[in-house]
């Protein structure tokens, strides 16, 4: 897979009904790739059926680390038969708000661990960022630093939120470049101005909110975002938030 590749987050989706429905909204709002859920994972040679049936690609999935760490060969399995290429542990396994530094490093370890195993298979793991990885801890360091930190050496990659790294406080494009190395994909989504569209968590489509995604865009994908993901954690209308989230990024997609 070359180029860049535009992809929903089929979290985004997942009011539409069973998966093969949210597979054909998916696919009748014009993406041709879809970032899978752990639960999607269960059955793999349906899940290759469905995608084919839609004309779909699946790159990606969001895993936990529970289910890496005990299921690791099942996984490598799963992203064979359904030409899954990168893995992504959205958050850490523990109380980020509440956690020493010693946390983030043992979980950065184990994922630079899982990373190597995965890469073996030639599969590709990374962290995906929450809000939380980004406050500082007592000590005024920052959780996702240290875990990157912990990991420097291994395969691990980065799929960058960068709407939570905006809620966290911090210039996310800073952040971008000065992980360029590891970054490897992103979460597209937009933050709604304060106090509107309180029914959908304060998000709104893409494009339609207060970021600046031309910019942040460009950054992303020149510091070595391919995989730009989709997304919405609670939208009102589904099917049209991804309509029009895909047709304004189609505007600057070159």
């Known amino acids: 897979m070359t180029g860049k590749v535009i992809a ?39 899940l290759k059926a469905m995608l084919d049936a839609h004309h779909l690609l699946a790159p990606s999935a969001h895993v936990s680390y529970p289910a890496l760490r ?38 950065g370890s184990e994922l ?18 929450m ?52 970054l490897v994909s992103a979460h597209i989504k937009d933050e709604a101005p304060i106090g509107t569209h309180e029914d959908e968590d304060g998000w709104s489509e893409v494009g339609g909110g207060t970021m600046l995604w031309p910019s942040l865009w460009k950054t992303a994908t020149e510091c070595g975002a391919w995989l730009l993901v989709v997304e919405h954690d609670n939208p009102r209308q589904p099917l049209e938030f991804a309509k029009r989230s895909l047709s304004y990024l189609n505007r600057f997609n070159t």
């Open 131 to 182: 809000r939380q990885d980004f406050l500082p801890l007592a000590d005024g360091r920052i959780g996702f630093e240290i875990l990157i930190s912990a990991a420097r050496g291994s395969p691990l990659k980065w799929q960058a939120d960068i709407a939570w790294m905006s809620r966290a406080g911090i210039n996310p494009a800073d952040w971008l470049k000065r992980y360029r190395g590891i």
């Open 112 to 129: 630079a661990h899982l990373a190597e195993r995965l890469h073996s298979a030639g599969i590709g793991l990374g962290y995906h960022n």
């Open 70 to 107: 005990n299921g690791l060969v099942r996984l490598i399995d799963v992203c064979e038969r359904c030409q899954i290429k990168q893995l992504f542990v959205p958050g850490v396994a523990f109380d980020a708000s509440r956690s020493s530094a010693r946390g983030w490093r043992f979980m």
């Open 8 to 46: 929903l987050q089929l979290y985004s989706v997942r009011s539409l009904g069973p998966l093969e429905e949210q597979l054909a909204a998916t696919a009748g709002a014009g993406f041709k790739a879809v970032e899978l859920l752990e639960e999607h994972l269960a059955e793999p040679r349906a």
